[in-house]
């Protein structure tokens, strides 16, 4: 499902998915910095998103519904020029037709390099 993607484009890697919470990484190199060599906010908004569209699956009838993002901001906290960050993502809300998901990604030293909050959309899938 990955493949092909822009996870795998981003050398984004699921470690940990449970109800309600999901974890990934992603490095901080040539895939996900921008021209002056920090990481890339878009590459810091598309791990948030990840580990949102994840988990919200996750907790969807797959049969009967998709998610889909909605709407998603990002505060870019602190600098990083390379090594690994780690995207933990967290539901605030899990309601019918929507979902809210917090989302906070740490440097190897656990400081905070941003902070993100995700909607998603539940889809009905059509019959």
Known sequence: MIENTLIEALGIEITHVEEGKVVATMPVDGRTRQPFGLLHGGASV?????VASVGAYELV???TEAVAGLEIN???VRPKTDGIVTAVGTVLHQGKSTMVWDIKITDETDRLICVSRCTMAVIQLRK
């Not at 598309?46 to 990840?50: G, S, V």
């Open 74 to 76: 990002a505060n870019h």
């Open 46 to 50: 598309a791990l948030a998103e990840t």
């Open 61 to 63: 009838n797959k049969e």
